[in-house]
């Protein structure tokens, strides 16, 4: 198939901008233990956005992986997970502070490192905000893909270190224009003490027109009927 | 999980009010004070969000609040944070158990995709929500609703990931109590829902105290 378009975001890099529905967005991890944050925004109206409460309820899981989608707080399908080599994704442990990274890796400044400096999800995730007229206030639970948090009986978090191995894929369909910003920063609950060199390839495919027999579409009623939201939406606004 | 009670007595209360369900409530509480929240009927669920009141761009954080303490469920001794990290409350008696933080607030579109698109009509969170940003502050919109807390909900998630609601582990008159930790503004829906088992269908009143300290 042919590649609109490929990205490589390094360790601590990050990545903002719309990307129209109907494509194929493909997540490799360059090497293992990687941890990509990503919030998402209706590109033509941003305070409609990525729900992780109405994601999950609706499909009756804590985490996500392929027949999954990730819903907007107005009730559609913003993208759908069509592929996925992890089988789990993080979507309830958010993104690192200035103060976590400082704490876990130590203080490092600009003057010093040079590039080297280590960023966080929150200031990557403000640069982008504001870089697309939004400001912090904007901020929500991120997806972080590749990672895996589960919780135990008492509700203790659990961090999965050997979860995400080289060569790691997801991929994500949009199902409405959106507002992409990425930040390949670490997930707040890894407890390595070496910040994570963990390059993440992107490569944007154009997606095949959706079949009734979709796995995303089919996953569950509520799946589809978050799907017919997007699709009225999509309806109304393209005459 | 532990219970425990608070040495508050009501007649020593500043303020003091019913809140029946489908209806919201804001009130901007100072440093120190101290608001009980009370399941009057049990198995209600008290929708709730925070803002830090000298800065509401700065909105309650339902993740940074679950990772601040390692745990997904919200009880004594729980600190609410903001998405800046900024502390805002602290739990510091509950007499049910543990409250949830990632089921969200009801809405018409959520009602559609859970239940069936015909009841997107029926009354719920959001709207309850967004009525009461409107006569607060023109600052407040859309933009700055949030995953919130479900008081008195329970949401348990499994080893394995699966996520259900189930039945509550509220009773009546069984209660939660913050203390603010800065000047922060609560917003409340006490949720109108009539589609959940959770609230048995019956979604009921609750009570609202609040103490100088
Ligand atoms: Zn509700």
């Given at each position: 198939m042919q590649i609109i378009w490929s990205k490589t975001l390094r360790p601590g890099g990050k990545w903002s901008g719309i990307v129209g529905r109907g494509r194929l967005l493909r997540f490799t991890?360059?090497?293992?233990?990687a941890n990509l944050s990503m919030l998402l925004y209706?590109?033509?109206?941003?305070?409609?956005r990525y729900n992780m409460p109405d994601t999950l309820k609706a499909q009756h899981t804590a985490f996500l992986t392929m027949g999954n989608v990730l819903m907007s707080d107005?009730?559609?399908?913003?993208?759908?997970?069509?592929?996925?080599?992890?089988?789990w994704h993080d979507t309830i442990s958010g993104y690192t502070s200035r103060q976590d990274i400082d704490q876990k890796y130590g203080v490092t400044r600009y003057q010093d490192q040079r590039n080297d400096w280590l960023r966080s999800g929150q200031e990557n995730f403000a640069v982008e905000l504001v870089r697309n007229g939004?400001?912090?206030?904007?901020?929500v639970p991120p997806v972080n893909l590749f990672a895996k948090v589960s919780v135990d009986d008492d509700g203790q978090l659990i961090f999965h270190?050997?979860?995400?191995?080289?060569?790691?894929q997801v991929t994500l369909r949009t199902d409405m224009d959106l507002l992409l910003i990425l930040s390949n920063t670490p997930n707040?609950?890894?407890?390595?003490?070496i910040y994570p060199s963990t390059s993440i390839q992107l490569d944007i495919f154009p997606a095949n027109p959706i079949e009734p027999d979709d796995i995303c579409v089919t996953h569950c009623p509520e799946n589809q009927r978050a799907f017919e939201n997007t699709w009225e939406y999509y309806a109304l606004r393209n005459s | 999980m532990s219970l425990i009670e608070s040495?508050?007595?009501?007649?020593?209360?500043i303020y003091d009010r019913l809140l029946p369900s489908g209806e919201g409530w804001t009130y901007e509480l100072q440093p120190g004070q101290v608001l009980r929240i009370i399941?009057?009927?049990?198995n209600q669920a008290v929708d709730t969000l925070f803002y830090d009141a000298d800065n509401l761009e700065d909105h309650y954080s339902a993740v940074a609040t679950i990772t601040g303490q390692h745990n997904l469920y919200l009880t004594t001794g729980t600190v609410l944070r903001a998405?800046?990290?900024?502390?805002?409350?602290?739990?510091?008696?509950?007499?049910?158990?543990r409250h949830d933080t990632i089921g969200g607030a009801c809405s018409a579109q959520s009602n559609g995709v859970r239940y069936?698109?015909?009841?997107?009509?029926m009354h719920n969170c959001r709207d309850t929500f967004m009525l009461q940003l409107s006569r607060y502050d023109?600052?407040?919109?859309?933009?700055?609703?949030?995953?919130n807390i479900n008081f008195f909900m329970n949401v348990p998630v499994a080893p394995d990931g699966s996520l259900e609601f189930a039945d509550g582990i509220s009773a009546p008159g069984r209660y939660v109590e913050l203390e603010s930790l800065a000047h922060t503004l609560v917003l409340i829906s006490n949720c109108p829902q009539l589609n959940n088992p959770c609230n048995a269908y019956n979604p009921t009143p609750i009570r609202l105290v609040i103490w100088e300290n």
């Open positions: 991890a360059l090497e293992p233990g209706n590109a033509w109206n941003p305070c409609e107005n009730g559609r399908v913003m993208a759908s997970i069509v592929a996925d080599s992890l089988g939004l400001t912090l206030r904007d901020l270190e050997n979860h995400c191995p080289q060569g790691g707040p609950l890894d407890p390595r003490s | 040495p508050r007595k009501v007649e020593d209360a399941d009057l009927e049990g998405e800046s990290g900024k502390a805002l409350m602290r739990i510091v008696a509950d007499t049910c158990g069936d698109r015909s009841l997107e009509w023109d600052r407040l919109q859309k933009r700055d609703l949030a995953p």
